[in-house]
């Protein structure tokens, strides 16, 4: 008789041998090979902090992009057109039919500024008043809000890339439908829709949504903790300076002194957006009473905000005081690298279950390509490590406030070994055959099991 090793005990099986397995203790018996505990994704991979955001200067023409300081004051949208149109050589053209439709926005008086920032910025601004632009042509559309959302055309997107590095047609659809604004419609070739045909992704849209697919796309590509999609980088300065310590003592001043002191004191754009605040019948003459010494501007706009029922939000450079209706109401999407923290479908329902229990929200359901299902903001999983998240500012920040806590804790615990067998643990079992057949299996081993996995004792 011989004794040998089988770390393959299927082998003897395939060869038409019956055995029973015999574990031999004493000298000759091998300890069982102990596996490494496991480390946490946490402590391997480490996620970037930028792109904090798809820049939207990068995806608007080149002339729009332009970096400009201006300031208009009272002045009409034909003026400030005729104004675009000689320094930037762009050609405008005013729908004047729906312009002058609703209440006959071309004579609207505007006050406008830009300091160093890029052109579009000031068209995107008259969205406030309902104004709304596109690109046709090489030429500049300045229409109504309602106007531009009729206005649709069809672009092809290569998504081959993103095919190629894990991500499912099916699912890169869904995450644009569930998390862009739209809306999105089916069945009918003149309204919006996306179809996919290979590689390539057709998008029938207006000219804003088609620079968010643009932006959403880019951030698929290339995102960070958190990336926000067509986000100003204007707005990232402006999250920094909420941090800044500023010291008021207002005395019955009024709320729009209050508004000019913050602005003046942090050196940014702060405004009211007095059609919000008209609708709860405040005006900008309320009086304010407040005395804060060295204490952040979150804090300050938070003392004067609250009891009017008011807050703020940071959209196109601008710090608006608005109401929380209307704050509800504007949301942004964000793509969030959380490939430490979920491989794989159980992990992925894992996280989404706790970022809806444990943050305000308010979460809904997917989106279906015929309509909303309700109000709140959207959490998609674009595939295993990606999700994308369409929600209010500061619901964005309660999401990824949640994951840094959740990093520092895996970074502070102690490792465990998962349950269920190791698929890399060795053990070492001892048979009892004849020496006929132990001769056949070494013989016969090394032509079923790669070389490197089974040696005999002389070869080790």
Request: proline share 6%.
């Amino acid at each position: 008789m011989r004794r040998i090793t089988s770390q393959i005990v299927w082998s003897l099986a395939l060869l038409g041998f019956i055995v029973q397995p015999t574990l031999v203790s004493g000298q000759n018996a091998n300890p069982p090979t102990v596996a490494k505990q496991p480390v946490p994704p946490g402590k391997l991979i480490e996620i970037p902090s930028e792109p904090k955001t798809i820049d939207p200067a990068k995806l608007v023409p080149e002339k729009l992009a332009v970096p400009v300081t201006v300031e208009f004051t009272e002045k009409s949208l034909r003026e400030i057109a005729n104004w675009i149109q000689a320094e930037h050589k762009i050609e405008v053209l005013l729908d004047q039919k729906a312009l002058s439709d609703d209440v006959n926005l071309v004579t609207e008086q505007i006050s406008e500024r830009l300091t160093q920032s890029p052109l579009y910025l000031l068209l995107d601004r008259l969205r406030t008043l309902g104004l709304e632009w596109y690109m046709e042509d090489g030429n500049l559309h300045i229409t109504t809000i309602n106007a531009a959302s009729q206005k649709l055309s069809t672009r092809p997107y290569n998504v081959g890339d993103l095919f190629d590095i894990g991500f499912k047609p099916e699912a890169l659809k869904n995450t644009i439908l569930s998390t862009t604004e739209g809306p999105w419609s089916s069945g009918n070739k003149s309204l919006s829709g996306i179809v996919i045909l290979g590689d390539v992704l057709f998008v029938r849209q207006t000219d804003r949504m088609h620079r968010e697919v643009a932006g959403l796309l880019a951030a698929l590509r290339k995102h960070a903790r958190r990336t926000l999609i067509l986000d100003a980088p204007q707005n990232e300065i402006l999250r920094q300076k909420l941090d800044a310590n500023v010291s008021v003592n207002f005395k019955d001043a009024s709320l729009s002194t209050v508004v000019q002191t913050l602005s003046k004191q942090t050196q940014i754009d702060i405004r009211l957006d007095l059609a919000a605040l008209k609708t709860l019948g405040i005006r900008d003459r309320l009086p304010v009473t407040l005395a804060l010494s060295d204490q952040k501007l979150t804090t300050v706009l938070q003392a004067v905000l609250t009891d009017l029922n008011l807050t703020w939000i940071l959209r196109d450079g601008v710090l608006w005081i608005t109401s929380q209706k209307r704050a509800s109401e504007f949301m942004k999407t964000a793509v969030y690298s959380v490939i430490d923290l979920c491989r794989d479908d159980l992990e992925t329902a894992a996280l989404k279950s706790a970022i809806e229990g444990q943050t305000r929200g308010p979460w809904r359901p997917l989106r279906s390509e015929t309509g909303d299902n309700g109000a709140g903001g959207e959490m998609h999983f674009a595939r295993p490590g990606v999700m994308v998240v369409r929600q209010t500012e500061r619901g964005l920040d309660e999401v990824l406030q949640l994951l840094e806590n959740y990093r520092t804790a895996l970074r502070a615990s102690k490792p465990r070994k998962a349950e269920g067998p190791d698929p890399k643990e060795v053990i070492s079992r001892y048979y009892r055959v004849p020496s006929v057949m132990a001769e056949e299996l070494i013989a016969a081993l090394p032509q079923l099991v790669e070389p490197e996995t089974c040696k005999s004792k002389e070869q080790t």
